[in-house]
């Protein structure tokens, strides 16, 4: 019997490198989730509802494979700090983020389209930053452009600098898909790691 196809319910670069350090052969297929927070919706719940939500999308249509959906969401004193989009709101989070601590919550969903069920697993991370002057801020966006990264920073590159420090138990669940957790749960489904 062949192993179920893998694939990435996720067209972001990022997750996909990291997901190759685990798997070298997956597929990438765009789930399509509307990422809109529900009204009253809390971070974590946000974060859980769409990697469940892009796993199931992503499964829609395969009879043999094990989905991969996660999303991650970054919360600054219970305000969403969602994807920048423009340098403007990127200087403007990273200054109300400045001598601050921000959680970003990392759900991930492993969909197994063979019983139809899912597995789920929740990081949660505490960033410490440091006092970040304007110039600071201003070059760091200027060379780094993370108008797509939760918290507008991209923490696999130069934005390690603006921190003081990181407390989490997986360190690639900043990054966006939490590798060691992942990989209990393709064990668990069976696939043969390392």
């Given at each position: 019997m062949s192993p179920p196809r893998l694939v990435l319910g996720s067209t972001s670069r990022y997750r996909a490198e990291l997901l190759r350090r685990l798997c070298p052969e997956f597929e990438q297929r765009a789930p399509g989730t509307d990422e809109t927070a529900l009204p009253g919706e809390a971070p974590a719940a946000r974060a859980l509802r769409l990697a469940v939500a892009?796993?199931?999308?992503a499964a829609q249509g395969l009879h043999d494979a094990l989905v991969i959906g996660s999303d991650q969401v970054a919360e600054l004193?219970?305000?969403t700090l969602d994807k920048p989009g423009t340098p403007g709101l990127a200087r403007e989070q990273l200054a109300a983020?400045?001598?601050r601590v921000v959680h970003f919550h990392?759900?991930?969903c492993l969909f197994d389209t063979r019983s139809g069920q899912g597995q789920v697993h929740m990081d949660h991370t505490r960033v410490q930053f440091r006092v970040l002057d304007a110039a600071e801020i201003?070059?760091?966006?200027?060379?780094?452009?993370?108008?797509d990264c939760a918290g507008s920073f991209k923490c696999e590159g130069l934005g390690i600098?603006?921190?003081e420090r990181?407390?989490?138990e997986d360190p690639s669940a900043l990054i966006g898909l939490p590798l060691i957790a992942l990989a209990r749960?393709?064990?668990a489904a069976g696939v043969a790691l390392p």
């Open positions: 892009k796993a199931e999308a004193d219970g305000r983020s400045s001598g990392t759900a991930l201003a070059r760091y966006v200027e060379r780094e452009q993370p108008l600098s603006l921190f990181i407390d989490n749960l393709l064990r």
